[in-house]
């Protein structure tokens, strides 16, 4: 073979080329890059946590606690608790048994069903909140039938309820769909193999290799659920003391110029989101112990 046709190997540290300094950045850039993360942190994040608390806070403690303690406070709080309980359990239910007929059956339409629990994501949740207005409003497409039978869901609970449920409901799906599309369906397919019921299998087997991605979905859920505003503003009816969640309360008391009030009650929102953080580092790290990768809430995987 002539020499031209030979493939010569050199060693990229003989050549005088490290690869691992090409991967590593000089000190300032490293200072610098450093230093604008930590900027933008304080700027979006820590100034405007440390300013609802201390908004709070700025009348003392007995004017805090007479804002959390104040009478359509409680009935916030209490229909807040309330909706997100119920939204989770519903949700937790449909996510399981959605992400068990996706990622372990084929049935016509699954396609169309992925796609629909994608909406909430696609659609603004104002519309999504006009859309049961539409629907269960007086003027409504059911709103004769529901108005013959003294049932209200339109400007009362179940429609808070309704409209929360339909924001969040992608959140558990989306968690579990793309894990146990990895973890595949072997080990259920060897338990009932073995005679084990489906119930069996369920509890034995696809329950324990899905909780933390399920638990990391419950999170998700709850956050938002706690925290949704436009769908549960449009179907509320803003009715103080009854139909007002935490979220539109704060905005009830700002519009008031009632600042100490407003931001007392958004702190328990922010304490309930630092809970939520803690709660969610904590499932990422037993996951990542048992070498469980989770995806993110918006995933947007398919099913070949």
Known sequence: MSNENQEVIINPRQSG??????????????????????????????????????????????????????????????????TTFISVVLNTLFGVASAWAITRFQF???????????????VSPVVSGLVFVLLFGLQ????HWLAD???????ATPGI????VFITFPFIS???????????????????VLGASGWQIFWKVTLPNIKWG?????????ARAMGEFGAVS?????????????????????NEYNFTAAFAVASLLAFLALLTLVAKAFIETHAQDEKIALPPAHEQSRTP
Request: hydrophobic share 50%; aromatic share 8%; proline share 6%.
């Open 234 to 254: 449009v179907v509320s009816g803003h009715i103080r003391g009854l139909t007002n969640t935490m979220p539109l309360h704060v905005e009830i008391l700002y």
């Open 140 to 143: 409504g497409y059911f709103g």
């Open 17 to 82: 080329y490290d690869p691992t300094r090409a991967l590593t950045e000089p000190p300032m850039v490293r200072f610098i890059l450093i230093a604008l993360s930590l900027l933008f942190l304080g700027l979006f994040l820590f100034v405007p946590l440390a300013v609802v608390f201390a908004t709070a806070l700025e009348k003392g403690i007995q004017a805090y606690g007479e804002a959390v303690l104040e009478r359509d406070a409680l009935s916030a709080i209490r229909l807040t608790l309330l």
């Open 214 to 222: 399920l638990l990391y979905g419950i999170i998700l859920c709850n």
């Open 161 to 164: 309820v309704l409209a929360t």
């Open 108 to 122: 016509p339409g699954k396609n169309i069903l992925i796609t629909l629990i994608d909406l909430p994501f696609t």
């Open 174 to 192: 989306r968690e579990l769909i793309p894990l146990m599309q990895e973890q595949g369906p072997e080990e259920e397919e060897a338990g009932m």
């Open 149 to 155: 039978h003294n049932l209200k869901v339109i400007f």
